[in-house]
Nanobody, 126 residues
Framework: QVQLVESGGGSVQAGGSLRLSCAAS????????MGWFRQAPGKEREGIAG????????NYADSVKGRFTISQDNGKNTLYLQMNSLKPEDTAMYYC???????????????????WGQGTQVTVSS
């Protein structure tokens, strides 16, 4: 089992920045990909960023590319999401997720991720 706990959400004005963290514990050696997902009210949960835990290769959804950066600190078993130039449409609940499937980072599909955090709210006002 792998446990994930997110932190760092909050409220910010458009154009501002936030950094989310996700602390992982448990059998983290079995994880090949870590990802960030978000779900806005009335919308489906979508994958926005992923990172291969071994090599650090990243993948981003077009909606956040160039504004968000995913990174990891393997020594601390912590995943990060640096969010810059935030927009009101970035308002959502943000979730950290972990996958044992090596190809999970390529497509960022919900079904590929076995472990999920409880989520942290991000609200961007105009």
């Amino acid at each position: 089992q792998v446990q994930l706990v997110e932190s760092g959400g909050g409220s910010v004005q458009a154009g501002g920045s936030l950094r989310l963290s996700c602390a992982a514990s448990g059998y983290t050696y079995s994880i090949y990909c870590m990802g960030w997902f978000r779900q806005a009210p009335g919308k489906e949960r979508e994958g926005i960023a992923g990172i291969y835990t071994g090599g650090g290769t990243t993948n981003y959804a077009d909606s956040v590319k160039g504004r968000f950066t995913i990174s990891q600190d393997n020594g601390k078993n912590t995943l990060y999401l640096q969010m810059n130039s935030l927009k009101p449409e970035d308002t959502a609940m943000y979730y950290c997720a972990a996958a044992r499937n090596p190809s999970a980072c390529r497509w960022l599909l919900l079904s590929d991720f076995a472990y999920w955090g409880q989520g942290t709210q991000v609200t961007v006002s105009s």
